[in-house]
């Protein structure tokens, strides 16, 4: 008899939403990451559609020339990367062939008699390599690398700390790092015959240069902890146009991100300094780096999202660099030596790095290691389900290599279970120990719960270590919900559940048809009388709670309890009958929302209210009145018009 009353609801507020359609399946695509949880964004990711372990790069050396004691200042790469430059510190250019990273073998070597050479650039074409030695820019003729030869050079008069050329390769720039240093510009687009372009006014001891990306500023380092910007666009009137403080440490090397928005000074001890260049006449301090080592050379990656950094003592250093403002440190690779410069390969698989104690030495980038304590993602918004879950699949990245395993809930992730070989087992592990595979999740799914709830999954990323592990979607199916169909009751133009769905969810056979019961005495509305059961009176919704104020319900609320007797009466399952509407009263109102064809958004209010009331009713009203039928109908519906209008 009830269960008779719960039907005639669903009949009547299905009547109001014809179009309404019921989903018996559900995806989960990753397409949405706001969707998820992770349990630690440092070790597990959303990104295009795919939930993956975020590996470190751990590097490995793989190949070292060792200059013979003497200390490697700076390198430079050919253009097709088979080919090393470095600079010693005793003086002269060494060439070194590195077309098998593993087995660098020495090519040939350019010897000067000063001491101390510095920065090497070669050119776009590499056919001409510039170095830095004491107070000489020198221009050498490397078309055939195993005979270098001088083509010229160009004396500034004292110790050069800083060189570098524009982008159109016609002309070289150096500061002199004594007291009265200038920057230099000088006309190479002839390198036998290097030309004097100009110069700036004084700069006081300076330390590294470097030309923007346009070549229109040259930005240099200097004492006193400062960043000094240089107009080139005339090297013959250098002018000083912005400058910025703070600048601190023995500053080696100065790089720019592909815009020329933002550059990266290494400050030694004192770290990275990221400034913004966005404005050349005003350059702003984004943030310094603490790098714990002795920062002295940097290059960024092609997307600009990483700095690899060579941190003297402390070795390699890779630094997430994506958002400016906030650099973390992702990976360190000690290499044995003090690191001082690097260059990268295009593909961003090698290092190549001139370390002061150790020469040249060539790291393979692609060495990546991977959390072992099975960071997991979880589902934020449950799927409701009225009986049972039939099937559940997933879809594995394309570079997947490890394995995913899985724990289920049903009551909307207020407990957890796995499958452990025999039944479903609760747990509260989230170290991935107590976990089932996807094939041992999809094969007992249907026992799971056969009564409903709001179900969760919580994927657990598993990898060895060296494993890259991805997934793409999870998809499920469940038994449907109530099947919607036209009446056939013509003239109200209504919709009812199905008989033998009526059946299959209350276990109460109804009343075929109007002409069965034509004998039988039709009870009129005012006999429908309550019984066994308290009736509700108040709107409620979770949080809410026996003895406290409630907003939906206006009032302190004193009905929680009840709701709950009527839920797990009438088969929802909303838990211990405690006065508090937790998760698992939440999802039992949901599931029974959902089985009435009405929005499940965890309201009671005046219409499932009444539905709940209406269980009540010790007399079973004859299918066959329509005329009772269609008076509940009709306070129904003003219920709800009245319900919609308020809100």
Known sequence: ??????????????????????????????????????????????????????????????????????????????????????????????????????????????????????????????????????????????????????????????????????????TLYAINGFKFGQVHAVDISVPATPTLLGTSGTVDSGKALAISPDGNYAYLTRNGNQLQVFDVSNPAAITNVGNLGGIEGSSREIVFSDDGNTAYITGGTTGLHIVNTT????????????????????????????????????????????????????????????ASQLKISADEEIVYLADVAGGLVMIDLTAISYPLDSPYVTLNTGQIFTSTIDTFTQTLGATNAGTITYQVSTDDGATWKYWDGAIWTLTTAVDGSETSSQADTDTNISILDTNGGTFKWRACLNADGTQKVERSSIDMTFAAAPVVEKSSRKRSGSRRVSQERVQELFGEKQLESDDTNENQEEPSISEFEIANCTVLTQNLRAPARNGQFNSYTGTIVVEANILQKHLNRLGFNAGPVDGIMGSLTDAAIKRMQTSLGVMADGYVGPNTRNAINASCMTTTPNLANEAAIAILIQQLQEELRQLQASS
């Open 1 to 170: 008899m009830k269960n008779l009353i719960k039907f005639l609801f669903i009949f009547v507020v299905t009547a109001i939403s014809f179009n309404h359609v019921y989903a018996n399946s559900a995806n989960w695509d990753l397409s949405v990451p706001a969707d998820y949880t992770v349990s630690d964004d440092e070790k597990i990711e959303i990104t295009d559609g795919v939930a993956q372990l975020i590996g470190s790069v751990t590097g490995a050396i793989v190949g070292n020339y060792d200059v013979g004691g003497i200390s490697v200042v700076d390198v430079a790469l050919s253009s097709d990367e088979n080919t090393a430059y470095i600079t010693k510190q005793t003086g002269g250019l060494i060439i070194v062939d590195v077309t098998g990273p593993s087995t660098p073998t020495l090519i040939g070597e350019y010897n000067t008699s000063v001491s101390g050479s510095s920065d090497v650039v070669v050119s776009s074409d590499g056919n001409t390599a510039y170095f830095a030695d004491g107070s000489f820019a020198i221009l050498i003729d490397i078309t055939t690398p195993a005979t270098p030869t001088l083509i010229s050079n160009y004396d500034v008069g004292t110790l050069i700390t800083g060189l570098d050329i524009s982008p159109d390769g016609d």
């Open 279 to 338: 404005v050349p006449t005003a350059p702003v301090l984004i943030i310094t780096f603490n790098s714990s080592g002795s920062a002295k050379g940097v290059i960024i990656s092609t997307d600009g999202n990483t700095a690899y950094l060579a941190d003297g003592s402390d070795g390699l250093k890779l630094v997430d660099i994506t958002t400016p403002a906030t650099p973390s440190l992702t990976s360190t690779l000690d290499t044995t030596g003090n």
